[in-house]
């Protein structure tokens, strides 16, 4: 999860195209995004797993983010 109603998914080939998927209302809304967008949001989302106190979720978060950025 990157923020409320909102998970980011990317493919499984060469991890190069990532989509932020939104849950609302209406239904599901799929975005696009970039890497670099996409990395971005991840670590602000680890940034305030770690500030929050979820080190479960932190370092499940972080391996993620380690296979898919470095």
């Not at 409320?4 to 809304?29: H, I, M």
């Not at 971005?40 to 972080?62: F, I, K, Q, T, V």
Request: avoid cysteine.
């Amino acid at each position: 999860m990157v923020d409320d109603n909102q998970e980011l998914f990317t493919t499984l080939y060469a991890q190069r195209l990532f989509f932020l998927v939104t849950n609302d209302t209406k239904g599901l809304k799929f975005k696009p995004i970039g890497r670099t967008e996409a990395r971005m949001l991840l670590e602000n989302r680890l940034r305030s797993l770690r500030r929050a106190g979820h080190p479960r979720e932190y370092d499940s978060l972080h391996s993620i983010f380690q296979r898919t950025f470095q």
